[in-house]
C-alpha cells in the first residue's frame, strides 16, 4: 500500500519526468512499471494512481514531451523578447505572441527547441513521432494540441488562406519530425574507434556492392543538424508561402 509519504512526494509530472529518464538511461525496452518503481524508491502499486498501466505511461511521456518543449519556446520566446521587445501577448501563455513578430523567425525557434528536447531524450523521441498516429486528434495530449495551436497562429500571419495554411503545417511538421527521426538513427557501430571506416562499421558492407553508401556515410558523423534544419525550413516556407 501506498504511504502517506509517498503520496506526499510522487506526483505525475514526477513519474513522467522519472519515466523519460530511465528510457534515456536504459533504452525504452528497459521501462515497466517494476523498474520505474525501483527507480522512484515506491511499491510498483503507488504508481497506478498516476497512469493505469505501462500503456498510459507511454501516452503521459509523450505528454511530458511536449510540455517540455512548450517550456523550451516559451523560454526562448522570452529571451528573444529582452532583446526585441513587444507587447506581450494576451491570454494563455502557449500561445503564439502578437502579429508584430516576425513568424518565420518564431517558426525556426520553435523547431529548434522540438530539437532541443529530441537530442534531450533520443529513446523517447520515436515513440513521440509515432505514436500518437493512433490517436485521434482531439484525444492527443494537450501540451501537443497547444504547440499544434501555436505553430497554426503564427501560419497565419502568413497571408494564405486556411488550405494553404494546412499545406504549409502539414509540411512543416513533416520536414522536422521527418529529418528528426533521419537525423537520430544509429549509424556508430563502434564508438571508441578513432576511424571512421571503422567507427561506423563500413568495413563490414562489401565496398562493390555499397561504393555510393560507404563514400558519403562518413558525413553522417560530421554535419551541423541545427542548420540543415533551419535550411530545409526555409526552403518549405520559400516554396509554399510565395
Known sequence: MESPSTRGRL???LVLRAAIALADRDGLGALTMRSLAEDLGVEPMALYRYADGKQALLDGMIEAFYAEVNAEVNEAAEVNEAVHPEPAPAGDTDRAPAGGTDWRAEL??????FYQVAEA???VFPLVATRPLS???ARRPTPMLRLNERVLTLLTQASLDDPATLRLYRAVVGWVLGYLLV???????N???????????LHRLPAEQYPRL????TLLTDHDPKAELAAGL???LDHLTR
Open 191 to 201: 564508438p571508441d574507434e578513432p576511424e571512421p571506416l571503422l567507427r561506423l562499421g
Open 234 to 236: 526555409d526552403l518549405l
Open 108 to 113: 525556426h525557434r520553435i523547431a529548434y527547441a
Open 135 to 137: 490517436l485521434p486528434l
Open 214 to 217: 560507404r563514400a558519403v556515410a
Open 121 to 123: 531524450h533520443p529513446a
Open 183 to 189: 537525423d537520430k538513427r544509429q549509424v556508430i557501430d
Open 11 to 13: 506526483s505525475r509530472p
